[in-house]
């Protein structure tokens, strides 16, 4: 008896005192979609510590993109620094010129992590990369796709089975779509696309459809005043304005949901995090689809990734490297999929069994993997937040007929120059 | 040693005062004089540098503008209701805790709650204006989405918030007014009207410019239902100095430029306070 005792004591003192110090991991994340999403990364975070003893990982909700890129930032300078965080694709540019963060290259070194960095669709990437090195590892990403009303294609006596695939299918449908009363008010509009919050990013996909990105991947100059771009904006003001399929005056974002699944909007374009939240709340069976063409199919990406801190040990960097490979596993990037509606980030989680069942029952959930092949970078340039609120007031001010397509573009892309000149 | 005492009973309002307020205060003054750094081009002094951009910056002079008119279309609107609401429930009526308490209710919601509510309520064809205008056969409008309507929306909720708020000051006002005014008033043959312009209203003066100086405040510190209701558009149309301050702080990171706009923000409220205290104090008692 009391060798056992002695026994358990020894036990626990060993226990108590562990034989080397463990890295310690802190990151950021921020949650832009609905559901109890910190629980499933509290969750991934215990299930990694157990598979690594010795590595630590505490991940601290921040809030918004914005309040987890504030929060980072103000972390590193109060000396608390995060060694790794998810942050806004699209912060790249800022976080370079704060000198904060470095390259996955430098510390992806064997064949089977370079391998690692080259198994993500290449489209997720592209805000990831700069000067040929990879910045960012895709987390959370989505894009914009085309939800309909089965219901009200069936009503007007078109195939509810047939979204439309050019802008000019999308106008007569549109125009099909549109339900007057007798006092011939509208009663539904025949589609509607969102134009406060994220106005740019739906820009970047009538400009991309229309042949033409918005900016250069080097991030130092803009491309608003091409006469491509300027017919994009000026097709999105005539949906309004000379079809009258969509309501004049800029569209809200939040409020658009609702919309349509209260169907006063037959189509609408949105992002596919809504996916989840339309399908538990339409009661007519509804479609998603890829964005129409004109030139071209396109849409942005958007959301997260995970960026390396620079203010980091060689432990730390190795920690994080093991902590961001583990994460984006095809199998948790399926299920992280399924539980969000993001992009799975990688092509071979759409082989998983998880994955293929739900998109079995659900097929919808794959429409934004298709788009990926035609999908871009959101804008994102140095001085970032400017030049998107350039672009966001140029578009609204054509939207609401304060200024034509082309005047409000030009003037735009002139303040867009007068910003980027400085990082050329 | 009655000194030191005195001062020791002053320094833990002081430490705070002089941490939260007065420090930052002069840092951001300072700093309105430097440009912004970054980790390849540190900060450095530019005099007066980010006032000249102010004063070039259209979307500056387009939210000061719309400041203005925010304040212009809240301020009286809301006093008077207030005024108004106070008067009516200040009477014997059936149920007057209930009405006060409904009158109130506003005041205690979160602007962040408010703002979402109100966001469903202005919302084309779905929302409660538009379910209502479609009784009477009227077209559905796009409230939010119109820039010569949104910033008349954004007045309509803030006075709907505030002129609940202004209603219990003037409530305690009225109730600390001497009874004896208006039996005199009554037994001298006065109207209602001539009693409430000539007594009552001048005895409230003080209430008044308690209430004008805290509803100016209010009007170009409260921005929280930006965030919710427009994000500032359509192309800056209800944008107001504050949220535009935080615009270029958060989102830009252009500090030294915020720091500038925050100036320009104290010196206004700074200017209207001393000119509301000085001018209208001389006429506030009533003699």
């Known amino acids: ?424 | 040693m009655k000194h030191v005492y005195g001062w020791l009973l002053l320094t833990p309002a002081a430490i705070l005062l002089v941490g939260f307020t007065h420090y930052p205060a002069a840092a951001t003054l300072v700093d309105s004089f430097f440009s912004t750094g970054t980790a390849i081009r540190p900060s450095r002094f530019i005099g007066f540098g980010n006032y000249a951009l102010l004063a070039e910056d259209p979307i500056f002079w387009k939210v000061l503008g719309n400041n203005l008119w925010f304040a212009l279309g809240t301020i009286p609107t809301s006093i008077a209701l207030a005024i108004l609401m106070a008067v009516w429930v200040n009477d014997r009526l059936p149920a007057r805790a209930l009405v006060r308490m409904a009158y109130f209710t506003p005041t205690v919601l979160p602007m962040i709650a408010v703002a979402n509510i109100w966001l469903f309520f202005y919302t084309p064809q779905i929302g409660l204006v538009d379910q209502f205008r479609a009784l009477f056969g009227a077209p559905s409008h796009n409230w939010l989405g119109d820039p010569g309507t949104v910033l008349a929306c954004l007045m309509v909720m803030v006075i709907w918030k505030e002129a609940g708020f202004f209603m219990i000051f003037y409530l305690a006002a009225l109730q600390s007014l001497p009874p004896e005014l208006e039996e005199a008033a009554k037994i001298e043959g006065a109207s209602r009207w001539h009693f409430f312009r000539r007594v009552m209203f001048p005895l409230l003066m003080p209430t008044t410019l308690f209430v004008l100086v805290n509803a100016t405040i209010n009007s170009f510190k409260l921005v929280d239902h930006l965030f919710i209701l427009t994000k500032g558009g359509p192309d800056n149309a209800s944008s107001l100095l504050l949220y535009y301050i935080y615009q270029v702080a958060f989102s830009f990171f252009d500090t030294a430029y915020a720091s500038t706009l925050t100036v320009v923000l104290l010196a206004l409220l700074a200017g209207l306070a001393l000119v509301q205290f000085h001018l209208v104090e001389k006429r506030v008692h009533y003699r």
Request: zero cysteines; glycine letters at 6%.
């Open chain 1, 1 to 424: 008896m009391r060798s056992l005792f002695a026994l358990l004591l020894a036990g626990l003192l060993a226990a108590a005192a562990p034989a080397r110090a463990d890295t310690e991991l802190t990151f950021y994340y921020p949650i832009a979609v609905g559901g109890p999403l910190t629980k499933v990364i509290d969750g991934l975070a215990r299930d990694f510590e157990k598979e690594h003893p010795g590595i630590k990982v505490h991940p601290i909700y921040a809030g918004n993109y914005d309040d987890a890129r504030i929060k980072a930032l103000a972390a590193l300078k109060a000396g608390q620094p995060a060694q790794i965080s998810v942050l806004y694709s699209i912060d790249l540019y800022e976080l370079l010129e704060q000198d904060v963060i470095v390259p996955w290259d430098d510390v992806a070194t064997t064949a089977d992590d370079k391998a690692w960095l080259k198994a993500f669709y290449p489209s997720l990437m592209m805000n990831g990369t700069y000067k040929g090195k990879v910045y960012g590892i895709p987390f959370q990403r989505s894009t914009i796709v085309l939800f309909w009303n089965k219901d009200a294609f069936k009503e007007v006596g078109l195939d509810p089975e047939k979204p439309p695939a050019t802008w000019n299918e999308m106008t007569q449908m549109a125009t099909k779509l549109v339900k007057r009363d007798a006092a011939g008010n509208v009663v539904r509009w025949g589609v509607m696309v969102p134009s406060t919050g994220y106005t740019y990013w739906m820009f970047q996909a009538f400009a991309r459809q229309n042949g033409h990105d918005l900016m250069n991947p080097e991030g130092n100059r803009t491309i608003f005043a091409d006469p491509d771009v300027i017919a994009a904006l000026q097709y999105w003001r005539d949906l309004g304005a000379k079809y009258r399929v969509m309501p004049e005056g800029t569209i809200e974002w939040g409020t658009l949901r609702q919309a349509f699944t209260e169907g006063k909007t037959a189509m609408m374009w949105h992002t596919t995090g809504n996916l989840t939240a339309v399908k538990d709340t339409a009661k007519f069976p509804f479609g998603v689809a890829m964005l129409p063409a004109s030139k071209q199919r396109g849409s942005p990406t958007g959301g997260g990734n995970f960026y390396m801190f620079k203010k980091t040990t060689r432990e730390e960097r190795k920690a994080a490297l093991a902590f961001v490979k583990w994460m984006t596993t095809p199998e948790r990037a399926a299920a992280w999929s399924i539980a969000t509606g993001y992009v799975a980030t990688r092509p071979d989680a759409y082989e998983t069994p998880k994955l293929k069942d739900y998109a079995r029952d659900f097929p919808q959930a794959v429409v934004a993997r298709d788009q990926l092949k035609y999908a871009t970078a959101e804008l994102s340039t140095f001085q970032t937040g400017r030049v998107r609120k350039l672009l966001d007031d140029a578009i609204q001010a054509a939207l609401t007929g304060q200024k034509t397509p082309a005047a409000a573009l030009q003037a735009a892309q002139a303040e867009a120059d007068r910003l980027l000149k400085p990082y050329r």
